[in-house]
């Protein structure tokens, strides 16, 4: 016997996932995480009897409601399914992920379009962080092709603009959690910041390698993991995170000069994995120490100059795009970041559960 849960199988940015409407699946939170890992499979290396990828970016999942909260559209949870481990963790955001909240909300009539453009205010529960959603909807309905491309992903779709309102301090409280825009730990220079994705920036030279290595080099190179394992685990708690050992934050981020003369290069470590482009948040938060005088990206990062920066973030398969807007008062603070996203509804069904994880009711505690 096996219990039905609706769902639709989206890919958000560049990442991908099941996306559940939050009364489909039980409120109980530990049942609901056993009935998540049912579905994708962990843990397992393959996720051979889930729909997991066996890729952090692939065993993410999507949990989406109308907003509780006034003047707010949606609600989205969202949960980093670990392969080798039977949890789910919720603490960090993902910005690629949060691009198929919209267009899922519209196919299960959570929302309406608004005429050839619907803007969605959308609230990451996970850190509480607001952000309008701009979606392509003529004739009332969502629209998937379109002509932009984003790197990371074959093709072109319907564009899909994200305007962040409130990203910094979203996991460590403050957008420099150890107060410093610099700092040593294990003998290397690092900046600990956190613009929506509590992430660590390391030189790649500073650990002897040039920051250009492709995904799959830098995933062999054993010796340089442990080394940035060894300064993430110390990072943790000086960055309010206390200890991280088992957790996916922060995400360990080398960088490099540009390569095509302006942005920055990056290889981002998710954190033990080396990412095959650069998480969405994860790209706001370097933009952002790129902007910050005395962090290691100073004289590695090259800006454009005035008070609306795009910055370019290189990564192993493109680049990604941050517009970040900064106050002219003091250009040093960055009030607001936008970037650009694309998302597709690849599959609708029903996930199967064994019933012996859940046999579809809610215990009777919760739903009286
Ligand atoms: O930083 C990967 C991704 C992410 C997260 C990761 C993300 C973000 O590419 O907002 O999107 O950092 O684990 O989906």
Same mark, same amino acid.
């Given at each position: 016997?096996q219990?039905?849960?609706p769902?639709?199988?989206?890919?958000?940015? +560049?990442?991908?996932? /099941?996306?559940f409407?939050e009364s489909?699946? /039980?409120s109980?939170?530990?049942?609901?995480?056993?009935?998540?890992?049912?579905?994708?499979?962990s843990?397992d290396?393959?996720?051979?009897?889930?729909?997991?990828g066996?890729?952090?970016?692939?065993?993410?999942i999507?949990?989406?409601? !109308?907003s509780?909260?006034?003047?707010?559209?949606?609600?989205?949870l969202?949960?980093?399914?670990?392969i080798d481990?039977a949890?789910?963790d919720?603490t960090?955001?993902?910005?690629?992920?949060?691009?198929?909240?919209?267009?899922?909300?519209?196919?299960?009539g959570?929302?309406?379009?608004?005429?050839?453009?619907?803007?969605?205010?959308?609230?990451?529960?996970?850190t509480?962080?607001?952000?309008d959603?701009?979606?392509?909807?003529?004739?009332?309905?969502?629209r998937y092709?379109?002509?932009?491309r984003?790197?990371?992903v074959?093709g +072109?779709s319907? /564009?899909?603009?994200?305007?962040?309102?409130d990203?910094?301090?979203?996991?460590?409280?403050?957008?420099?959690?150890t107060?410093?825009v610099?700092?040593?730990?294990?003998?290397?220079?690092?900046?600990?910041i956190?613009n929506?994705m509590?992430?660590?920036?390391?030189k790649?030279s500073?650990?002897?390698?040039?920051g250009?290595?492709?995904?799959?080099?830098?995933?062999?190179?054993?010796?340089?993991?442990?080394?940035?394992?060894?300064? !993430?685990?110390?990072?943790?708690?000086?960055?309010?995170?206390?200890?991280?050992?088992?957790?996916?934050?922060?995400?360990?981020c080398?960088i490099?000069?540009?390569?095509?003369?302006?942005?920055?290069?990056?290889?981002?470590?998710?954190p033990?994995?080396?990412?095959?482009a650069?998480?969405?948040?994860?790209?706001?938060?370097v933009?952002?120490?790129?902007?910050?005088?005395?962090?290691?990206?100073e004289g590695?990062?090259?800006?454009?100059?005035?008070? +609306?920066?795009?910055?370019s973030?290189e990564?192993?398969?493109?680049?990604?795009?941050?517009e970040?807007?900064?106050?002219p008062a003091? /250009?040093?603070?960055?009030?607001?970041?936008?970037?650009?996203?694309?998302?597709?509804l690849?599959?609708r069904?029903e996930?199967?559960i064994?019933?012996?994880?859940?046999?579809?009711?809610?215990?009777?505690?919760?739903?009286?």
């Amino acid at each position: 016997m096996q219990t039905a849960i609706p769902c639709l199988f989206m890919r958000g940015g +560049t990442s991908r996932g /099941p996306f559940f409407l939050e009364s489909d699946l /039980p409120s109980e939170p530990a049942l609901r995480d056993r009935v998540l890992l049912a579905a994708m499979g962990s843990p397992d290396a393959r996720q051979i009897d889930g729909l997991g990828g066996a890729d952090p970016l692939t065993s993410k999942i999507g949990i989406v409601g !109308r907003s509780k909260r006034p003047g707010v559209d949606l609600d989205f949870l969202f949960g980093q399914v670990l392969i080798d481990e039977a949890r789910v963790d919720y603490t960090p955001n993902c910005g690629n992920m949060l691009a198929a909240v919209g267009p899922f909300a519209l196919e299960r009539g959570l929302v309406k379009a608004k005429g050839d453009e619907t803007t969605l205010r959308i609230l990451t529960v996970n850190t509480d962080m607001l952000c309008d959603v701009i979606l392509q909807t003529p004739g009332g309905r969502i629209r998937y092709d379109g002509d932009a491309r984003i790197d990371g992903v074959p093709g +072109t779709s319907a /564009p899909i603009k994200i305007n962040f309102l409130d990203t910094a301090g979203s996991v460590c409280k403050s957008l420099l959690p150890t107060k410093n825009v610099r700092d040593v730990i294990g003998g290397v220079a690092v900046t600990c910041i956190d613009n929506g994705m509590p992430v660590v920036l390391i030189k790649a030279s500073d650990l002897g390698r040039t920051g250009y290595e492709t995904k799959d080099q830098l995933n062999a190179d054993t010796e340089l993991k442990a080394r940035i394992e060894a300064i !993430r685990l110390k990072a943790g708690p000086l960055m309010n995170l206390g200890d991280v050992t088992k957790m996916v934050v922060p995400k360990m981020c080398l960088i490099s000069p540009p390569k095509s003369g302006s942005g920055i290069s990056t290889r981002t470590f998710i954190p033990h994995d080396c990412h095959s482009a650069v998480g969405v948040l994860g790209a706001v938060t370097v933009a952002t120490a790129c902007v910050l005088k005395g962090s290691v990206a100073e004289g590695v990062a090259v800006l454009p100059a005035g008070d +609306t920066k795009v910055v370019s973030v290189e990564h192993p398969t493109g680049e990604f795009s941050v517009e970040l807007g900064l106050d002219p008062a003091d /250009p040093q603070s960055v009030t607001r970041s936008a970037l650009l996203r694309t998302a597709r509804l690849i599959m609708r069904g029903e996930v199967l559960i064994p019933s012996a994880v859940w046999d579809g009711k809610q215990s009777a505690r919760l739903a009286a």
